[in-house]
């Protein structure tokens, strides 16, 4: 790499190089904490703004839709044009996003300020990894990515503290706020700690795979969320579903055409880079998943505030931190397959953990479900991180990012998409059984959500009102548990998986850095 003369050291190393991690993982924080942080305000949109099971799904997948769908192309516009002014120009779209939802007023306005900020967060994250490759020497780079997996995973529980203490005294807007002043501290800590960072031989964007990777994700994660509502076997769904195959596999075809890929697809015939791949989607999924139906059933079934909802998830923070920064050391011991092999089966063990509460269930059930999901993910993220990375030369390392990056958002949508779909099918026929005689609005109300049955049974009277409240709850339990199996088996599925494919020793993305203006 080239480095002025004032940031290298003796050995040619950017000397701040461990003060700019700090600015990183603070930029890594606010994409996280920006995924995460509207999980605990879910119930009151519901209420406040008539928001149905489908424009919920809706509100928290398009954050990670839009990052993922964006995260190529905004990876190959910082590779090409420079990595930090990509990565602070992603800071300031994402103030400006933060800002617009805390204002918004109907669901369609706060869907359309989370794309905004999803769009933001796809210049961001990608940029954060592929500058920490490039200013760390191979063999430190092991503990940077440790310490960079194990912010993203703190940001996650952090996220719906910061919104639940927020939301507990002012209105639901400023859930949005938090972000602005970490914001403009990793803008000043970026502006000053930051060095300039880019591809020096890379040549032409690809305006063709950026259309085709996007529309294709849109629409297939479209068809997930629909499907609960049209039927998944129906006419309608099976066209979203083909028409995103088509669509993807055209992008498959147009990366193997052109001389600058988006997407190296000749990177999947390498196992190392596959299984990785497939991990860090399989290990999303499960988790996003579940944080989208735990956080109702806290509220919904428990009845708590969406503060005391959200610090039942704060234990998670420092068992991740904690084994976080362990994983380089047990990974050496263990062997990347057996110690993301161990993750993922200890993450199982959560999930059908989860599947054992009900409305009855004392703290302890989802605490130990809590603390097993945190030390499967600590234990998971880095060395998966590492897999994909090591398959990348370093003056790529904004497509390896961003292939890392797309797999944890794509992971989260679907999760939050094919979860949340599974339990609000299973949901809308449990209580279909129970509105005899209702018919109209008021019996799509009550089968599109909890919040709208129990609305609905409030208006009723006698048994019937009493019969509709219970049973609504009892199926919105039958529908964590049977979704939360379903998380589980997959995070069971991909440990094997991971154990089969991922080598023992997982190298680190090249020996050589990037080119540094």
């Known amino acids: 790499m080239t480095l002025t003369a004032d940031t290298r050291t003796s050995s040619g190393l950017y000397e701040k190089r461990w003060f700019a991690l700090w600015s990183l993982c ?29 424009q919920l799904q809706w509100v928290v997948a398009i954050y990670s839709l839009v990052f993922a769908g964006l995260l190529f192309t905004s990876a190959a516009i910082g590779d090409r044009f420079g990595r930090k002014g990509s990565l602070q120009v992603g800071l300031v779209i994402f103030l400006i996003g933060s800002v617009l939802a805390s204002q918004a007023h109907s669901m369609m306005q706060l869907i359309l300020c989370r794309g905004l900020m999803g769009l933001a967060a796809a210049f961001v994250m990608p940029s954060t990894l592929s500058i920490l490759v490039n200013i760390f020497p191979p063999q430190e780079r092991q503990k940077a990515i440790a310490m960079w997996a194990s912010v993203s995973g703190v940001g996650g529980t952090l996220g719906p503290i910061f919104s639940g203490w927020l939301l507990g005294h002012f209105w639901y807007g400023s859930v949005f706020l938090v972000n602005v002043p970490i914001i403009v501290l990793a803008l000043v800590s970026g502006g000053r700690l930051l060095p300039k960072s880019k591809d020096p031989s890379h040549g032409k964007l690809d305006p063709p795979g950026f259309i085709l990777s996007t529309v294709g994700i849109v629409t297939l994660v479209f068809g997930l969320i629909q499907a609960p509502e049209k ?96 994983t380089p050391k047990i990974t050496a011991r263990l062997g990347a397959n057996r110690c993301v092999g161990l993750g993922l089966a200890i993450l199982s063990s959560a999930m059908f953990t989860m599947r054992t509460m009900n409305a009855n269930s004392p703290y302890i059930v ?152």
């Open 231 to 326: 039927g998944w076997a129906s006419t309608g769904t099976m066209l979203w579903f083909g028409a995103a195959a088509v669509l993807l596999l055209a992008f498959v075809g147009w990366e193997r055409r052109v001389k600058e890929p988006m997407l190296d697809v000749a990177l999947f015939k390498i196992p190392t880079f596959t299984t990785g791949t497939v991990g860090m989607i399989l290990l999303f999924s499960a988790m996003y998943g579940a944080f989208f139906l735990q956080t109702q059933y806290f509220q919904l079934i428990l009845g708590l505030s969406p503060l005391s909802a959200s610090l039942r998830f704060l234990p998670m923070s420092p068992v991740m931190l904690i084994l976080g920064f362990q």
């Open 26 to 54: 603070l930029s890594l924080l606010i994409v996280v904490v920006g995924n995460t942080s509207l999980n605990v305000v879910i119930p009151t949109l519901a209420k406040e703004l008539d928001a149905t099971n489908s």
């Open 366 to 517: 989802p605490l130990v479900a809590f603390m097993l999901m945190a030390g499967g993910v600590a234990l998971s993220v880095g060395p998966l991180t590492a897999a994909i990375m090591s398959a990348v030369p370093p003056r790529r390392a904004g497509m390896g990012s961003a292939m890392n990056d797309a797999t944890r958002e794509l992971g989260a949508a679907l999760g939050v998409a094919v979860m949340g779909s599974i339990a609000a099918s299973h949901f809308a026929t449990k209580v279909a059984g129970l509105l005899a005689g209702v018919g109209g609005d008021d019996r799509e109300t009550a089968t599109s959500s909890l919040e709208g049955a129990v609305d609905l049974a409030e208006r009723l009277t006698g048994a019937q009102a009493e019969n509709l409240l219970n049973g609504a709850r009892q199926a919105f339990l039958d529908s964590l548990h049977l979704a939360t199996t379903i998380g589980g088996v997959v995070a069971l599925i991909a440990s094997v998986l991971v154990l089969r494919y991922l080598p023992r020793s997982v190298s680190h993305a090249g020996a050589e850095q990037g080119h540094h203006e």
